[in-house]
């Protein structure tokens, strides 16, 4: 069953659309990262299906629900989002902020429950923020910003987790272990994960399918050993690349060919 | 110590000096009253005391306390809706626009008083509001709204009111010392009536505000990540909004412009007890009408005349404001 379906979605922001006509079943239970060049529309895809955008056209389907029919509190029961760049304001200690995923179960006036303090130790257990509680949000690293974010979404309990470039501010330990913690969660609890990455080799190694969008339409979809080709590349990124195969796993990784610009 | 412990002891002084506000200003003024004659008048009231005690001192001390109260939540929510902790109600031109309502109303002798308002109260409440609304909808776009437009447009706004109203001072400079009283802010001509009027606004709001706090702390990350946690926010937005140009032009109406209350107090309890905005809205409510309760006592016993209390606020709020900003650090 999809968990998540666009049909003909076009989405923008004020006027004019950046994604256009893209039609996307996200089976539940699947890992999908969806790549581009930056201004493909990678971003502006990951807010349209949960309904972030005024501007939109095409219909999304959430468990079979139409997501811009859904109020917000609805879609955040089913939905939860990590984005790109969060400049949080005022002194929120990270246990406060991954307690803000609680929100949607919420009453507006009810105290902590202890079905939320549960949710909330364990999304910070499991993306390793557990001693970080009681520091603020602005003194962390960005690194571990980035994992009390990705805590904040895993406490909201849902099916679905979008994330949008949740590699971005992360070295490249991390890199791998958010991508870990992600696809443990894809393959032990049933999670379904859809990621807007630019990193085609991270992406290549964890989802079980790409979705390349160029010029905001959908241009290429399959899994890695398909997708990632040399033309593929070269038609998308407009980068020249050489691919091989990562010794361990199989799975193709792409990486710079020289290039000569002598006259 | 853990912030659950440093709210407690932050609600139990506020309640305490609270109470010991409300208790001198009942004693401390021109006529001399000692603690005695106040407890002879609770056990059998006279017509004199009452007026003393009652009309006249606890009816400008509850005045006091609730314009404090108002201005401050009115500033704790801006600064949330902005997401900026040097927000106030002038950045949205509702003070500067109430001020305005008020100076022209006493330039032009417009005397029609109405809901405990006297004429240029009810004006600057009116004006207050309708500049807000026009802020509001100015900022309002084909395609949506966004909030960097509508602080720049209320801070052109306000300044194009005070430009008014400083040419309406220049134009008609007889009416010049009614005009301070609006501009500097005063509570000298406090009634019951008054204080009737704006309270169950102030309540309201204080309620509704505490109802949609956590909706605001979600604000804190973003409207897009604020909707996705579940939020309605442009509805949320809409009545915080409303809320805090209710409150503003409603303290404007009764006691002219109070500069310092809505920007400092929320930033001292944010700085106490935590940027979480539930305990925030109403601790900056009760803290903000204690501070305005000693702010005019400070402000009718200091000098032998009265002074305008926006000068009391600013010279207290400021020192100590740069105090609590410095030990933090």
Partial sequence: ?263 | MSRRGGRRLFWAACLLLCLAGFLLSLLVGPVRTTPADLVAFVKSPDRVHAAIFLDLRLARAVLAFLVGAALALAGAILQGYFRNPMADPFVVGVSSGAALGAVAAAALGFEAAAFGFSGPGLLAFLSGLGIVSLVYALSLRRGGFKVETLLLTGIAAGALASALTSFLLFMRSDSYDQAVFWLLGSFQLAEWGQAATIAPWVALCLAASVWLARDMDLLALGDETAQALGSPVRRVRKAFLAMSALLAALAVAVSGIIGFVGLVVPHWVRLLIGPAHRPLFAASALAGGTFLLYCDLAARTILPAELPIGVITAAVGAPFFLYLLHKKR
């Fill in chain 1, 1 to 263: 069953m999809n968990i998540l379906e666009a049909q003909g979605l076009a989405a923008g922001y004020g006027e004019g659309f950046v994604v256009r006509g893209v039609s996307l079943a996200v089976g539940e239970g699947e890992f999908v990262a969806i790549l581009g060049r930056n201004g493909s529309g990678k971003s502006t895809l990951v807010k349209a299906v949960q309904g972030l955008l005024a501007n939109v056209d095409g219909a999304v389907l959430c468990g079979g629900e139409d997501v811009f029919r859904m109020g917000p509190r609805r879609v955040a029961a089913m939905i939860a989002y990590v984005p790109q760049l969060a400049e949080p304001v005022f002194e929120y200690t990270v246990e406060e902020v991954v307690l803000m995923g609680r929100f949607a179960r919420q009453g507006r006036l009810s105290g902590t429950s202890e079905a939320d303090e549960a949710a909330v130790a364990e999304a910070m257990r499991l993306t390793g923020v557990a001693a970080l509680g009681a520091k603020r949000l602005t003194q962390l690293s960005g690194g571990e910003r980035q994992r009390a974010l990705i805590a904040r979404a895993l406490a909201q309990e849902t099916p679905l987790l979008l994330l949008d470039e949740p590699s971005l501010h992360l070295d490249i330990a991390y890199q791998a272990e958010v991508y870990g913690l992600l696809k443990g969660l894809q393959e032990e609890r049933g999670r379904t994960v859809v990621v807007a990455e630019h990193n085609i080799n991270l992406a290549a190694a964890h989802a079980g399918r790409l979705v390349f969008l160029r010029d905001g339409t959908v241009v290429a979809s399959g899994p890695p050993e398909e997708t990632v080709t040399a033309a593929n590349i070269r038609a998308i990124f407009g980068a020249d690349v050489d691919i091989r195969e990562n010794a361990r796993s199989g799975l193709p990784e792409i990486s710079l060919a020289a290039k000569r610009t002598s006259g």
